[in-house]
């Protein structure tokens, strides 16, 4: 799931972009929903390196001109989300709202109260955007990021997650006409400049798919996506999910079918069933194999990539829990019952500092996490009395390899 699929209790969260004729600003007029009041880019593309954090893709820039930020890039996201620790340390003057009270939440969640704080300017490489609104909420993935950037702040531009080579560019311009094969339509049923909805053919039949950057896995279906294709393997129960406000237990499967848009094929995918968002996602790990290019004026987005092969999702495995970046480490959530993590004696809070000899902070990387779940086991120092203790803990595969 989208680590923010929020309902937003204030309309104006964002400020109005102004008209500008400045050649080096992108103006735009009374839009809906927009994120910043002046947007300004080099004619040249602007391109920044993307991290892959267990899955988010996320980018450094500077705020104000002086304080390093982290973002994860969402495609998820209606607008600008950071954690109230970094705010205060930042000493962000909090928006008048008018005593319009704030909440976000999850669906199914229970919901929390959010200040709203104005952002002078944020940079991102040479790209800088001005006038900003944030949102104060506590943040689910830890210290790996120290926040959440909706896609509407690029909504005159091209934006390209090139996770192959692992870089975020910004760019003017606009893709050319949908042909159906490597770029297609999109449309934003749920937010003006977001949430891009593409039509996915699933086992034969078109349905609607969310592109979801900030879903670290690689799909989520609803139960009538699995009844359309019949499941292969599965439903076992699944990864603990975090949200803003609720973890929730999941169960996972692997279709009897295949997933088709334009010439991408994802023949038997696996992921979490569920109907608690009410529509289905496509997510980090199946995106992860594009250079994916977002034309919001347009509506059009380019899958590009240098094969056209088939894209089948490997066995999906698992070390029976989860975790974040803390300060001192990764700290442990989600140990799921009846697994090897628990019989070794991992406990949700426990903060791990090495695996398999090498340090935590590498086992973060998506890539790197993915080699650690073809072995047959790994090797957790968990900080304990002052010490760390090493625990055996054996990888059980949930699905298997497609057949």
């Known amino acids: ?58 980018v450094e820039g500077r705020i104000n001109d002086k304080h390093p930020v982290r973002l994860i890039v969402d495609t998820g996201a209606p607008g600008i989300y950071l954690s109230p ?14 005593g319009v009270r704030v909440r976000v939440a999850s669906p199914g969640g ?10 002078e300017s944020l940079r991102l490489g040479d790209a800088e955007f001005r006038g900003l609104r944030a949102l104060a909420v506590p943040q689910p993935q830890g210290e790996s990021a120290d926040g959440v950037l909706g896609i509407g702040m690029f909504a005159e531009l091209l934006l390209t997650f090139d996770y192959p080579n692992g870089r975020l560019r910004i760019e003017r311009g606009e893709l050319p006409a949908a042909n159906g094969r490597d770029i297609v339509t999109f449309r934003t049923p749920r937010q003006p400049y977001s949430h891009p909805v593409i039509a996915v053919n699933c086992c034969g039949q078109d349905v609607d798919f969310t592109l979801d950057t900030g879903m670290t896995g690689w799909f989520r279906f609803t139960p009538d996506v699995v009844k359309q294709c019949g499941m292969a393997q599965g439903p076992v ?29 994802f023949e038997s995918p696996h992921g979490v069933v569920d109907d608690a ?8 790990l199946a995106l992860e194999h594009f250079a994916l290019t977002l034309d919001q004026k347009h509506h059009r987005l380019r899958f ?41 004696g991992i406990r949700d809070g426990d903060v791990i500092g090495s695996i398999n000899g090498r340090p935590v902070d590498e086992c973060f990387d998506a890539a790197r996490w993915e080699g650690l779940m073809r072995g047959e086991s790994l090797r957790v120092g968990v900080q304990r009395g002052g010490g760390e203790e090493i625990l055996t803990i054996a990888i059980r595969e949930l699905l298997a390899a497609a057949k």
């Open 1 to 58: 799931m989208s680590t923010w699929r929020y309902r937003v209790a204030l309309l104006a969260v964002c400020a109005a972009l102004a008209a500008r004729s400045d050649a080096q600003v992108i103006s735009r007029h009374s839009g809906p929903s927009p994120l910043a009041s002046e947007v300004r880019v080099p004619d040249e593309p602007v391109e920044l390196p993307l991290r892959r954090d267990l899955g988010w893709a996320i």
């Open 237 to 265: 129960d699944g990864p603990v999910a975090r949200t803003v406000d609720r973890e929730l237990k999941t169960q996972v499967c692997r279709l009897d079918g295949a997933l088709k848009c334009g010439d991408v094929v």
């Open 110 to 119: 229970k919901g929390l109260d959010a200040t709203l704080h104005t952002i």
């Open 277 to 284: 968002i009410g529509f289905p996602l496509m997510g980090g």
């Open 85 to 98: 620790e970094f705010v205060k340390r930042l000493e962000l003057p909090e928006a008048k709202s008018s």
């Open 304 to 344: 590009a990539r240098p094969s056209k092969d088939t894209i089948v999702a490997p066995p999906l495995r698992t070390a029976g829990f989860r975790m974040q970046r803390c300060a001192t480490g990764g700290q442990v959530f989600g140990v799921m019952s009846g697994l090897p993590a628990e019989k070794a």
